[in-house]
């Protein structure tokens, strides 16, 4: 089974800060997603990243999946309360789109107005 | 669009005793998913069903861990006897094509 670490494991920033939030593997996945997950409800996909390299944006979220697919990252610029949540990293070990996924243990992410 | 719906949403039981967990995925989705969610962890993937077949129960403790999806629509995830250790979310996801849709979770608590 391949594994997904995920730093920093916790991250508590002011409102309006820049974060980095990493997901790193010493495997190949064909695609990585990224979740938000809030307390009592289940992950919601954020974006998938498919080609080595490729760099997502989602308004104030950027994503970047490494050039040799086995990192991904996600860079949120002015961080809003809103953006609260445990994201997770997610990973497809071949294509196609129906495998269950890898998750790392993901980053709880706190914001301080 | 309704989403995938899991009852109950919380369930405390002692060790030993036996829980189910039911799945209504969205409708048309072909595949579903049971994934267990430890405190601090991320979802581990524990069977993935394609229409009523099983396309991958690797991670699933069979021991004590079943899951069916007769009618290729709804499933039910049993554990029985319930251990300690057992105590997580059970999240269901259903998908059509790449992307998987998570429902709300079963919290699960076994003292």
């Known amino acids: 089974t391949q594994l997904l670490e995920q730093s920093p494991q916790f991250l508590s920033i002011q409102e309006g800060e820049n974060l980095t939030v990493y997901c790193n593997s010493s495997?190949?996945?064909?695609?990585l997603q990224w979740y938000r997950q809030e307390p009592g409800e289940g992950p919601v996909l954020l974006v998938t990243?498919?080609?080595?390299?490729e760099v997502k944006k989602l308004k104030r979220l950027t994503f970047q999946f490494g050039d040799a697919r086995k990192d991904s990252s996600l860079h949120i610029t002015a961080a809003q309360p809103g953006d609260t949540g445990l994201y997770l990293c997610?990973?497809?070990?071949?294509?196609?789109?129906?495998?269950?996924?890898?998750f790392g243990k993901g980053t709880h992410l706190i914001i301080q107005p | 669009e309704a989403g995938v719906a899991q009852s109950p949403r919380y369930k405390i039981i002692e060790k030993r005793q036996s829980v189910a967990f039911w799945c209504n995925p969205i409708?048309?989705?072909?595949?579903l998913y049971w994934y267990q969610q430890i405190l601090g962890q991320g979802p581990k993937l524990l069977i993935q069903?394609?229409?009523?077949?099983?396309?991958?129960d690797s991670q699933l403790p069979k021991d004590r861990f079943s899951a069916e999806r007769l009618k290729g629509v709804d499933s039910t995830l049993k554990i029985q006897p319930a251990k300690l250790e057992d105590s997580a979310v059970y999240l269901c996801?259903?998908?059509?094509?790449?992307?998987?849709?998570f429902g709300p979770g079963t919290r699960l608590t076994v003292t």
């Open positions: 409708s048309g989705h072909a595949t």
């Open positions: 996801a259903s998908s059509l094509a790449e992307k998987q849709y």
């Open positions: 990243v498919v080609t080595g390299g």
């Open positions: 997610a990973g497809e070990e071949s294509g196609g789109g129906a495998d269950g996924l890898t």
């Open positions: 069903f394609q229409n009523n077949g099983v396309v991958d």
């Open positions: 495997s190949v996945f064909s695609s």
